[in-house]
């Protein structure tokens, strides 16, 4: 069991994988700008989203007849 363990640290060690997620959780435990940027980065995305939304209702506030319609155009060849 103990020679288990020595192998997952020394693979652990190795790995980069493992290693940039030992970084990434240290950083987490801390309260760093990578993941204060990061939440900023979420809150602009929704930012981004509900400005989205809210020019649709606006889009669906106005009348019906000052709406864009479409318009059938005959082509002659």
Request: charged share 45%; proline share 4%; aromatic share 6%.
């Given at each position: 069991?103990?020679?288990?363990?020595?192998?997952?640290?020394t693979v652990r060690?190795y790995c980069p994988?493992?290693?940039?997620?030992?970084?990434?959780?240290?950083?987490?435990?801390?309260?760093?700008?990578?993941?204060?940027?990061?939440?900023?980065?979420?809150?602009?995305?929704?930012?981004?989203i509900k400005s989205?939304?809210?020019?649709?209702?606006?889009?669906?506030?106005?009348?019906?007849?000052?709406?864009?319609?479409?318009?059938?155009?005959?082509?002659?060849?």
């Amino acid at each position: 069991m103990a020679k288990k363990k020595v192998e997952e640290e020394t693979v652990r060690q190795y790995c980069p994988f493992c290693r940039a997620l030992d970084s990434m959780r240290d950083l987490l435990e801390r309260n760093s700008e990578f993941f204060d940027r990061l939440r900023q980065a979420r809150i602009e995305v929704l930012e981004g989203i509900k400005s989205l939304i809210e020019a649709r209702i606006e889009q669906l506030k106005t009348p019906p007849e000052k709406r864009r319609s479409v318009k059938k155009i005959e082509v002659s060849e």
